[in-house]
């Protein structure tokens, strides 16, 4: 079967009550990684109380944040994706802003992914961009679109496939430009310059014979079931690559990173792949959960994700050529679309 097990955990109420049972962290708990040192919280980014104990006396050279985006997406409204008034969502943006200020180095970096509601004059991300500037610490870098394989759209419109990720530094942070190399070849020959008296043209310049990504990422893939890294149930995904690739750009070995909104883990698992330290936390016990099993599925398995099975095994029935899955005791494990329907037959 190649159908995802589980269905969008952040607007399905009934499944995540019945993930809840096997979180193993409650609101205001830390689970620290006892080989590399990582840290998952269930926390809250805008309490600076919290953000605190996660940090502890560490400093960070590159924050990775992928805050909700006050977007309805997919027609979908949920507590963790779904819309707030732009006031509101403002004062939450420059809370979670102002303890990541708290967290990073004199000499860092910050990329945040934010959205853009083209049917209510591109909001949240001007009046973000505009609020920004209230941090004169952090200086603008670069504006980066990423081309998302599927979107939305409509018969008379374009349709939306792009990601906006804004990139500040404070200080004077590091920056490894030969992280930045795509795998897409140079085919274009052209654009002459002259070096050390010589013509030369853009084929024999450079440090690679692949292009650099730019501020426009082409080359990296949306997150959908057929990829192994898929996680299923966490509709806000960002691919492993796309991390990876700032990590790499922005870190040392050994350096930390921090994510205050883990969803899927994906920081972590990238800082995990590089040899980084990662220091991450999630409103929701469910998506703080989801962080720790990647990683340690990732340490057992050598596989990034799930892909369209299920990260709660002992709470899927497994339907497929195996027959139903048995629990230790020998019993059938309860199927979350049935558990749906029983609770819905009650009402």
């Known amino acids: ?100 200020a708290k967290t990073l180095a004199d000499d860092a970096h910050l990329y945040i992914w934010l959205g853009a509601d083209q049917n209510e004059g591109f909001q949240p991300l001007p009046d973000f961009m505009l609020m920004m500037r209230d941090f004169p610490a952090f200086r603008t870098r670069s504006f980066i679109t990423m081309r998302n394989q599927r979107g939305y759209g409509t018969q008379k419109n374009w349709m939306a496939v792009r990601q906006e990720l804004l990139y500040y530094t404070r200080g004077n942070p590091e920056f490894n430009i030969e992280a930045e190399y795509t795998d897409i070849p140079k085919i274009l020959r052209g654009y002459y310059k002259e070096v050390n008296g ?24 949306q997150v959908f079931y057929r990829m192994e890294e898929n996680v299923p149930g966490c509709y806000a995904q960002k691919p492993l690559k796309a991390i990876e690739r700032i990590i790499l750009a922005s870190t040392k070995k050994d350096d930390l990173v921090v994510d205050f909104f883990a969803h899927a883990g994906t920081s972590l698992m990238a800082a995990e792949k590089s040899k980084r330290k990662c220091f991450t936390c999630d409103i929701d016990p469910v998506f703080s959960e989801i962080t720790i099993r990647r990683l340690e599925h990732y340490r057992k398995t050598g596989k990034t994700g799930w892909q369209f099975k299920n990260p709660f095994p002992e709470v899927d029935i497994g339907l497929g050529s195996e027959g139903e899955a048995e629990d230790q005791n020998g019993k059938a494990k309860r199927n979350l679309f049935d558990y749906i329907s029983v609770e819905q037959n009650k009402r």
Request: net charge positive; glycine share 6%.
């Open 1 to 100: 079967m190649t159908k995802e097990k589980v269905p969008r955990i952040d607007s399905n109420e009934e499944v995540r009550q019945l993930l809840l049972p096997h979180c193993r962290l409650k609101p205001g708990e830390i689970w620290e990684d006892p080989l590399r040192g990582h840290k998952v919280g269930c926390l809250d980014a805008t309490k600076e109380k919290d953000i605190l104990r996660l940090m502890g006396s560490k400093r960070a050279v590159l924050a990775v944040q992928d805050p909700p985006y006050n977007v309805i997406v997919g027609n979908i409204k949920s507590d963790s994706l779904g819309k707030i008034s732009l006031a509101k969502y403002m004062e939450f943006s420059r809370n979670w802003i102002e303890n990541t």
């Open 198 to 221: 010589k013509l030369t043209e853009n084929l024999e310049r450079g440090k690679s014979e692949n292009i650099r990504a730019g501020n426009v990422w082409v080359d990296i893939q």
